[in-house]
Nanobody, 125 residues
Framework: QVQLVESGGGLVQPGGSLRLSCVASGFTLDYYAIAWFRQAPGKEREGVSCTSTIGNTYYGDDVEGRFTISRDNAKNTVDLQMNSLQPEDTGVYYC???????????????????WGQGTQVTVSS
């Protein structure tokens, strides 16, 4: 069964860090673009970051410089290191995968076919 499972979410104080992990099963990530999305209550799902099949990375303006996406094809995982977290980063974080048309990646939700169930990240004092 094709599946993505996120882990690593939780409650953290402003300025803190979390590392999210996304583990793929039923398929291998080598030829997939992988993205992290987040969704806060009452807001649309937002593309946070993505990594291409050749390891290029892209970030939303709100997280660039604070978040780092990385893939480990040997472990079939993609991680999202989140530093200097702010209350505005609160939301459910999802990883998603798709077979891209090229060597780039996008951060638009409708482009992705395989989704995890999400992990809650809460940044609050």
């Amino acid at each position: 069964q094709v599946q993505l499972v996120e882990s690593g979410g939780g409650l953290v104080q402003p300025g803190g860090s979390l590392r999210l992990s996304c583990v793929a099963s039923g398929f291998t990530l080598d030829y997939y673009a992988i993205a992290w999305f987040r969704q806060a209550p009452g807001k649309e799902r937002e593309g946070v970051s993505c990594t291409s099949t050749i390891g290029n990375t892209y970030y939303g303006d709100d997280v660039e410089g604070r978040f780092t996406i990385s893939r480990d094809n040997a472990k079939n995982t993609v991680d999202l290191q989140m530093n200097s977290l702010q209350p505005e980063d609160t939301g459910v974080y999802y990883c998603a995968a798709t077979l891209p048309s090229g060597s780039s990646c996008g951060r638009v939700a409708i482009e992705y076919d395989i989704w995890g169930q999400g992990t809650q990240v809460t940044v609050s004092s």
